[in-house]
Each structure stands twice: as C-alpha cells, then as structure tokens.
C-alpha cells in the first residue's frame, strides 16, 4: 500500500483505483513528502484541488521507459531539477564534481542529470510528443529568460527553448499551478494558455502581449555584454508583483519568450492553507533500505514562518524566485504544525528552526508594500534602512515564547539567519535579548560576508560598522544573560569588487580577531542574481559602472587562502598573494604579520637583524588555528 503517500507506481494507482492520473510529477529530488520540498508541495496543492499526482522521482535519465513507469497524464507532466539548481548541486565553484547529494536516498551523488530540467523534459518528449510539459523548481525559474551559465561560461537561452517545455511557473508556484491545471481541465490548449501571471510562455505572435516591455534580442545579448546588464536590470525591476509589465525576449526564426508579471503574494490564510496539507512529513519508506533521504534531517524538526525577502543582497536570487514581499503563517499554524512532531518518538526536545529565507523579517518592510509592492530602485535596508522600514520583532518574539511553552519542547533554535543590521535597527531589545537568552546553541551564525564597505556596497550589506555595533551589542546581552556565547561570521572571497587589497583587508580583520573560519564561501555566480550579472559583463547593472571582478581561477584562490592564511597547505598562495597586493610588510616576524618567511627561522642576534624584530624562539609552523568556539570571544 502507498501508507498515504502520492503514487509512485503502477501497483499504487491500482490500490486508488486511479487508471489515468491527472499530473505526473517528475523531480530530480528524491520523493520526500513534507512542505521544505517544493515538489510535495505543488502536488498536494494539485491534489486539494481534486487533482491526481504521481511522483517519478530521480528517473534515470538514460533510460526511455523510466518516464513512463506510471503512464501517459491526462493533462501533463510536471518538471523540476529539485530544490537546488542541479549544477549547483553537482559542482562546487571551482566545477569540481561533488561527493555527496543530500536530496538522494543514501547522499549517494550522481541519482540526477546536469541541467536536470532540460534533460528531463526532452526525455518526456521523445515518447510523448504532445503531452503538456510545465516545467517549475528553482532551476527553471532562475533560468526562464536568457542567462549567464558560469558551468558553461557561456549566455544561455530561456530554459523554455532548450527544455521543450510548454510553460514555465516561476515562482513560488501554488497559485499559478492551479490555474494552468484549471484551465487544462477545461479543454483549453497549452499553446493558448498566455494569461496567467507567474508564467512564461513561448508565441510567434505578440499582438495580444499589451504594457510590455521589449528585451533585448538573444543575438544582441550574446553580441554585448553591457546589452545584457541593461536587459537584467530590467527584468530585476519587474519583479514586483503590483509594478511589474509583461517582458518579451526575442529569438531567430520569429519566436518570442514572453514573461508575465509574478503572481501576487499569498495571504496569511493561503500560506496556512499551504502548509495545512496531508503532508506524510518524511521521505518515501522505499528509500528505507538505502538509509534515508539525509536533507530531512534538519527540518524534519523545523518550521517554515515566512517567504520572501526585502534584504536585497546582491548575490542572493530570492528577488528573482520568492520576492521582496515578505508572507507569513499565522501562530495557530505554527504550532498546529510543532504540535504533529513534538510527540513523535524521535523529538529530542529542540525545535531546530523557525524562520525563512530572513528568521526576523515577519512582516512586509512597510504597509504600502501589500497593496502598492516594493520600490522598484530603492532598497528597504540598503545602504542604510529605510525611513518607512518597520523595525518590530513584537509577533516573532511573541510566536516563540508560545513554541518554547509547548509540552516536550526543551529549546527553540534559530538557524535560518539573523539579518542583523534589521535586528539593530529595532528600537526596543525585547527581542535581541531573547534571542540571547533561549534561541541559540552556544553560537550564532551570521553573515557579515566581508569587512571592505567598498565590497560591501556591491554586495548591496550593510557598512562594516553596523556589524561591529552588532557585535558589541551582542557581547554585552551575552554578559548581562550570564552566557558565554560566540559568533561565527560567515564570510566570502574574490566577490566583484573585491581586489587583493581588499582580500588582504579581511585578512587582517581576522587577524585582530584572533580566527580563522574553517569554511569559506568564494563566490559562486549562479543564475540570475546582480552579482553574476558583475561577474559576467564587469559592470555593475544598476550604474552601470565598471567593477572589478576577480574570474581568474588562481587569483580567485589567492583570495579564498588569505581569508584561511594560517593553515599550512595556503602558504604558498597567500605569500604570492602578499606579493602582489605590495602588503609584503605582513611577511616577517612582527605579531602583525600573516606569514613567516620562507622557512619561519627568526634571524639570529649577530646577524644585524631588522629594528623592531624580537627574540622568541623559532616556530616551524604557523599557530594552531582558534576553535569555533573561540570567535569573538578574544575582545569580548
């Protein structure tokens, strides 16, 4: 029997007495059926609209038949790559292949195909050639106009073109899924179905586009660079759902990609509808005899508050995919959602998280957003927040004191992140002083990204000195609490912007700070984001100005050593990197120097050594690095 899981074969849909399923929902996740997977969601959305879904979970793409395994849909396939962008998850930023997949039964790596959307929608095609195929999922929705491939260094087209696909929904697809399966239902063919916002469709025939914005043709993106900043300027400032026109893309032979405006925000009842659903919380139990699907692990145990984003970090896609318009659940679904899971015989006691793409943004940066949306080129916090910008922890604050009084529950954790330059622009302490107090496991990750403001500033984060306010600031509650808790900053190398003196400038930083981060972010340009745009044409988008921007695989390294520059096996490439920044000055003996000399024999007294140098016995080896546990605590 399916134990009240979506069928996943021939032998499940004969249980449901189900012969022809409506949709058919092919992932390149394994089949994990709880609300942090979008494919659990779209097809419990379908199904409480009186639609049948089966899942083909993971296919093997070389395979014909492994498509067909549950039959012709009677309205289509729907298509996604999973919840990472597939190259994403197979390839770290040096395109080095990785080991693990986390969304594959056993971690085992290599379960899905490079550009999985593509390749799976041309395997649908080639046995079904007329059958709808909608495609959805991070990967096609960051990639559903022309765009910049860093796997390929190279512009691709709209995935609609490439993949063969009908439509695209971008997006967080709840709603727009439900009226292309209406208008589906009701006899109306794919190639007509150009009116739903949150979709993009193909046309030879634009007549009927009204209020559009004309893109760039594909040939004159591919031709000029500057032309593509232009275009993805555009398309970032319509990505508001109430300011938003129709985009059109044209490409050789007559055919046109149109973009409809996103779809509107769900209401607070339609995001509780969401994740009200018959969830079975965990992943297929035929994955039981390979060990699990291990991305459950973390929100198994974690609760999903809000959508959405108005931090504006210029390497973060949310723009593109959630929006700036944060949507929130109501408290009664939060705790009617802890409630199925802290009695479960596996609950230790801890919530792991409560939060969202931001754990503090629990509500819209300002009231005019909801009914007029977000300023099209302004930001709600950047470079310095808002004067409209509502600072208010009060519902967040009052939503976990009522998840920590719930029975069996020890300690609610935050994980999410903690925008912390929103957090010091709240008036009142209520909240930092709770997060102190009862929200964190013994250290708290943020994200300050670098130290230079003049990366910063293309990073689109707040300047280095809010950070360091932050940091005082958190000292002190920790003192007044009676804890000894750390902060671990999370940090990125060679960003556009970023030359070597800047990578030497957070070199230092960590210096004075006494730590060395054991993991490092360089930056990865992946698609549709403001920062890959810099990556790929040089010039920032929103001024057009040139940036400097680090591609250079070996200077790219140079960076990312310099932020680890006290471990052994960096030594070559941050003393090249000294070198080149002309910071030779931090090579020597000095307590202010990154490196030794080659060798790290300090000079002997009668060998007329440099003023200012001390006598200490020689070490061989750079210092041990700090502990995680030690950041911050060196000054504080």
């Known amino acids: 029997m399916n134990n009240g899981f979506l069928p996943v074969s021939g032998e499940d849909m004969e249980k449901l007495g189900i012969s022809q399923l409506d949709f058919v929902y092919v992932s390149g996740d394994a089949y994990v059926d709880h609300p942090s997977f979008g494919h659990a969601i779209i097809s419990r959305v379908l199904e409480a609209n009186g639609y049948s879904v089966?899942?083909?979970a993971q296919p093997d793409w070389r395979d014909d038949s492994s498509i067909s395994v549950l039959g012709e849909p009677r309205l289509g396939f729907l298509v996604s790559?999973?919840?990472?962008d597939s190259m994403v998850n197979h390839y770290s930023v040096s395109k080095k292949r990785r080991k693990t997949d986390a969304f594959t039964p056993g971690g085992v790596m290599g379960k899905r195909p490079d550009h999985a959307a593509v390749?799976?929608?041309n395997l649908i095609r080639k046995t079904y050639?007329?059958?709808?195929?909608?495609?959805?999922?991070?990967?096609?929705?960051l990639r559903r106009l022309a765009h910049y491939d860093y796997w390929s260094d190279s512009l691709k087209r709209s995935i609609l073109l490439d993949s063969?696909?009908?439509?695209?929904?971008y997006g967080m697809g709840e709603r727009s899924i439900v009226e292309i399966a209406d208008a589906l239902n009701a006899g109306i063919d794919v190639k007509d179905i150009t009116f739903i916002n949150g979709t993009v469709y193909k046309t030879k025939d634009i007549s009927g586009v009204y209020g559009a914005k004309l893109l760039p043709s594909y040939e004159e993106l591919r031709a000029d660079r500057l032309k593509y900043a232009e275009s993805f300027y555009v398309q970032y400032c319509n990505t508001d759902p109430f300011s938003a026109k129709p985009l059109i893309e044209?490409?050789?032979d007559g055919i046109f990609v149109v973009?409809?405006?996103p779809q509107k925000p769900l209401s607070q009842e339609e995001m509780d509808r969401v994740y009200s659903l018959p969830y079975m919380r965990t992943y297929h139990p035929s994955y039981e005899k390979d060990g699990g699907v291990p991305a459950i692990g973390e929100v198994r145990y974690s609760l999903i508050s809000n959508r959405g984003c108005f931090g504006g970090c210029s390497f973060c896609a949310l723009t593109f995919h959630q929006g700036r318009i944060i949507q929130t659940r109501s408290h009664e679904s939060l705790l009617a959602e802890a409630e199925q899971f802290i009695y479960d015989k596996d609950f230790k006691g801890y919530i792991h998280d409560v939060g969202g793409p931001t754990a503090n943004f629990r509500q819209p940066a300002c009231d005019k957003q909801l009914t007029k949306g977000v300023c099209p080129n302004k930001q709600c916090l950047f470079p310095v927040p808002c004067k409209n910008l509502k600072a208010d922890h009060r519902d967040y604050l009052q939503l976990l004191r009522k998840l920590r009084a719930l029975p069996n529950v020890k300690k609610v954790f935050i994980r999410s992140g903690i925008r912390f330059d929103y957090l010091m622009a709240d008036k009142s302490d209520a909240f930092f002083r709770e997060l102190v107090e009862h929200h964190i496991s013994g250290q708290l990750k943020v994200a300050p990204e670098h130290v230079s403001d003049h990366v910063l500033r293309m990073m689109g984060k707040p300047e280095n000195r809010v950070y360091l306010k932050f940091v005082e600031k958190y000292k002190r509650l920790n003192k007044q609490c009676g804890k000894n808790q750390f902060l671990v900053p999370y940090l990125m190398s060679s960003h556009p912007g970023s030359t070597m003196k800047e990578a030497v400038e957070l070199a230092e930083y960590l210096r004075d700070l006494g730590y060395m981060p054991e993991q490092v972010q360089d930056f990865y340009p992946t698609p549709s984001t403001i920062s890959t745009c810099m990556y790929y044409t040089g010039v920032d988008p929103r001024t057009m100005k040139k940036v400097y921007v680090p591609v250079n695989p070996h200077e790219k390294a140079m960076q990312r050593a310099l932020i680890q520059y006290r471990d052994p096996k960096n030594y070559e490439l941050v003393?090249?990197?000294l070198i080149k920044a002309g910071r030779t000055d931090l090579i020597g003996f000095d307590k202010k120097c990154l490196i030794r000399p080659e060798g790290g024999q300090m000079p002997q007294k009668n060998t007329g050594r440099t003023a200012g140098t001390k006598d200490v016995p020689a070490k061989k080896h750079p210092p041990k690095k700090k502990t995680i546990r030690n950041v911050h605590k060196k000054k504080g």
């Open 81 to 84: 790559a999973g919840n990472m």
């Open 575 to 577: 003393k090249e990197a």
């Open 164 to 169: 063969g696909a009908d439509i695209i929904s």
């Open 250 to 252: 044209p490409y050789p």
């Open 119 to 121: 390749v799976y929608s």
């Open 129 to 141: 050639k007329k059958t709808p195929v909608i495609i959805g999922g991070i990967e096609a929705s």
């Open 54 to 56: 089966g899942i083909i």
């Open 259 to 261: 973009q409809n405006p």
